[in-house]
């Protein structure tokens, strides 16, 4: 046997050993690492749209009423409701991430992010590559696998 594939054999079984170690890592810490980090920029947000309790901020209502429009089909239309949909956002913006924080209902919680991401794709198409392919990426990810054992849903027996 010549030095370099025993230096080649040795390389193997150092990586094969490290890939047993990372593989021994619970799902349920990178399940809670995905909820924490999908909740975070959707919470910081819903508290934008807050001046009290039920009480919408001024730029909420701004955005909602004048600036967001729908981008479909190469045209944009304005919101539907734009009231309605700002109450609608800033509810599920506080609600649901903490639903995703606590581990409870997570699926549910993460189809509802996911639903609201594809609404935020196409009324700021233009955050797709930084913003919204990660938050569906993570979204989806939760939508399949559950929020792992680390949660109110893990206790309740209903993950994964």
Do not use: C
């Amino acid at each position: 046997m010549t030095d370099h594939t025993s230096d080649s054999m040795r390389t193997q079984g150092f990586l094969t050993r490290i890939e047993g170690w990372l593989a021994a890592i619970p799902h349920a810490l990178p399940l809670l690492a995905l909820r924490l980090a999908l909740a975070v920029p959707f919470y910081k947000s819903g508290l934008t749209k807050w001046d009290g309790f039920l009480q919408l901020s001024g730029g909420a209502q701004f955005l909602f009423g004048s600036e967001f429009k729908l981008h479909i089909f190469g045209s944009q239309y304005p919101y539907p409701f734009p009231m309605a949909a700002a109450y609608g956002a800033g509810i599920a913006e506080i609600v649901l991430p903490i639903l995703l924080v606590a581990g409870l209902f997570t699926r549910f919680a993460a189809l509802a992010l996911l639903f609201m991401t594809a609404i935020i794709q196409i009324t700021v198409p233009e955050g797709w590559a930084n913003f919204h392919l990660p938050w569906a990426a993570m979204a989806l990810t939760l939508v399949v696998f559950g929020g792992g054992r680390i949660g109110l849903d893990g206790l309740r027996g209903r993950v994964g």
